[in-house]
């Protein structure tokens, strides 16, 4: 990561390192604010980030190498992507990066959080930094001040990213991304995730759908309709949607996606908002097995049954789909959520909002 305080950079770290551990990817953010935290404590003056102060400095540049020796250590023992999240905000601190990586033959992509919006960055200090144990017991005018004095000192040493022979990501007030250099399977996921992001709070609801014929009878799949249980729960949840979110249904700003089947369409009948169906929320497809119960499928193919509670992650049905195939096809679902503004209720299934 790359950028001053306060543009985000943690957040975005946090929301990549989610992406990339939901799609199998063992990603870990090493956070240096945390180390310098541990190391000399949270109650340092300003004048500790001032690029003049040749000890607060070396202090710094101290705790960011431990970090970053650490990071590469988790990396080549635990992980397959880490996440180095400090402002690493000048020329000298990227070379030594890449430096270490490029010893220790790691790929290297830079992030840089670009943001001039003063409105933007005075709310991430009141919603973010205030609540950092560095201004625990602190007023909130005073630990405000004393943050923004702290950005102040980062900016007279700040060089934003030129050199064109790094691979990095430039994001510029949210809306806007310079690409340079990215060649790679990884960081070509990462872009694309990066491009769905914003910073728009909203609500996300996930609801299974209400009690349908085959959860009677425990089978498994198909495409049956609620019990009249089932259309009690669907009466109950959009009385709370209501009741809840009714300033939301009055301006537009709530949004409902089932799946294609019948129970989760029928489940979501009352909302008195528009719907839209995504095949991607329908529920594992169990083949040859659709409409059987466990125990029948435990009697006449015990083979399979072992199989399945062995690993259920990846244990995929005869003709059909295992956890894996779900979560690939819902990775379509990850993004559209990340790009919606509305806040949101899912009505799917059991298997697919266990994805989720």
Known sequence: MVGLPARGKSYIARKISYYLKWIGCPTKVFNVGKYRREKYGSKLSNQFYDPEN????????????????????????????????????????????????????????????INDDEEKINMNIREGKLHLPDYENIDDEIAFNDFRERIKHYQKG?????????????????????INRINQYLTSKVVFFLMKL??????????????????IDKRIGGNGNLTPKGELYASKLSEWIMDNMYNKLENGGLSCWTSTLNRTVQTAQYLPIAKEKKKALDEIYAGQFEGMTYNEIAENHPDEFKARLKNKLTYRYPGGEAYTDVIARLENIIYDIESTENDLIIVSHQATLRCL
Request: charged fraction near 30%.
């Open 54 to 113: 040749e000890e607060g400095k070396r202090l710094r540049s101290h705790v960011a190498i431990l970090a970053l020796d650490e990071m590469i250590e988790w990396v080549n023992t635990h992980g397959s992507c880490a996440i180095f999240d400090a402002t690493n905000s000048t020329d000298a601190r990227r070379k030594l990066i890449r430096a270490r990586c490029a010893q220790e033959k790691l790929n290297l992509m830079f992030l840089e959080i």
């Open 158 to 178: 700040y060089e934003e990213i030129s050199d064109n022979s790094l691979c990095y990501v430039k994001m510029i007030n949210s809306d806007q991304l310079v």
């Open 198 to 215: 914003h910073h728009k709070p909203r609500k996300i609801i996930l609801s299974r759908h209400g009690e349908s014929e085959y959860n």
